[in-house]
Nanobody, 118 residues
Framework: QVQLVESGGGLVQVGGSLRLSCTAS??????MAWYRQAPGNQRELAAA???????NYGESVKGRFTVSRDSAKNTVYLQMNNLKLEDTAVYYC??????????????WGQGTKVTVSS
């Protein structure tokens, strides 16, 4: 089984920066991603990165956030710059595990809270 450990959340002022990290146990990790969810809202994609390094960003964070990974360490990072009030949310790490001849399994982290204030 895969377990995810997230870190880096906290309180930051508008215009500031934070860096989130997520480390997955086990091997055969494929896509790694960050989703976020504000109270009362649906969970939405912030950023994703494939095992080959291709990235995908939600429109609301494009140009401000950068996702990267160290596949040897099974770790994904989210560099968050120029933070806005609407970035306040719980951020969840998401990964897939590759299985030969089967669809990948999916795993979610427990979430780390980001609060942006003025």
């Amino acid at each position: 089984q895969v377990q995810l450990v997230e870190s880096g959340g906290g309180l930051v002022q508008v215009g500031g920066s934070l860096r989130l990290s997520c480390t997955a146990s086990g091997g055969n990790i494929g896509t790694m991603a960050w989703y976020r969810q504000a109270p009362g809202n649906q969970r939405e994609l912030a950023a994703a990165i494939t095992s080959g390094g291709a990235t995908n960003y939600g429109e609301s964070v494009k140009g401000r956030f950068t996702v990267s990974r160290d596949s040897a360490k099974n770790t994904v990072y989210l560099q968050m710059n120029n933070l806005k009030l609407e970035d306040t949310a719980v951020y969840y790490c998401f990964v897939t595990r590759i299985q030969l001849g089967r669809r990948p399994s999916e795993y979610w982290g427990q979430g780390t809270k980001v609060t942006v204030s003025s």
